[in-house]
């Protein structure tokens, strides 16, 4: 393992707010790399269109890349990040170089569900908010950065995203060493500058 590498876990829902915190840890913490599992989204099947696709569910993730590449980095050698396209359902051919740093952050829906991946984290945060507010977000997200309507978004929600971090995503939240609240006026900025402050990482 990397000498003074230091592993930290950031889930939660779809719109909870984790890929932001993550990036301001990222502008805070030295040397610091996110590894993102969202760019780890197994091919969607040949003739399944994405409306029909769930990629809210553990199996719609390539976990065995994700392990391989986050055990590389522990071991300071790069790797090369897969890049996945939500239009086509496919990963891109072209990838992105990954160099160990400082510190690593682990991002997405199911960074604390396995036992054997939390158990190496230095940190945990599960990020919390209310339905309504990440229902919002994930919409707001999606309509601007995948083209789709806010129909098709809310019926996504329905279909598959809630009924996973039901499932799937908010048992998780118990294995968490703090969980936060992040609602329609909170400011991630100010807690993660107090929290640094108070909790060297």
């Not at 055990?71 to 992105?96: A, C």
């Not at 829906?109 to 939390?118: D, E, N, P, T, V």
Request: glycine share 8%; proline share 7%.
């Amino acid at each position: 393992m990397a000498g003074d590498l230091k592993l930290i876990g950031v889930a939660g829902g779809s719109g909870s707010g984790k890929t932001l915190f993550s990036n301001l840890l990222v502008r805070r913490l030295p040397k610091a790399t996110i590894l993102p599992l969202d760019q780890y989204y197994l091919d969607r099947p040949n003739g399944v269109p994405n409306e029909k696709h769930d990629y809210d569910v553990p199996p719609a993730f390539d976990f065995r890349l994700y392990r391989q590449h986050f055990d590389d980095l522990r071991q300071g050698k790069p790797i090369r990040m897969p890049q996945f396209d939500w239009e086509s359902g496919k990963r891109r051919r072209e990838t992105v170089r990954v160099a160990p740093g400082n510190y690593l952050i682990l991002e997405g829906l199911y960074i604390l569900m396995h036992a054997s991946l939390r158990g190496l984290l230095s940190y945990s945060f599960f990020l919390e908010s209310p339905p309504d507010v990440a229902v919002v977000r994930r919409c707001l997200r999606d309509v601007r950065k995948q083209g789709v309507t806010a129909e098709y978004c809310l019926n996504q929600y329905l279909t598959f995203v809630r009924p996973a971090y039901l499932g799937f995503v908010l048992p998780t939240k118990q294995f968490a060493n703090l969980v936060i609240e992040n609602g329609p006026n909170s400011r991630l900025d100010h807690f993660v500058d107090r929290f640094l402050q108070q909790h060297p990482l």
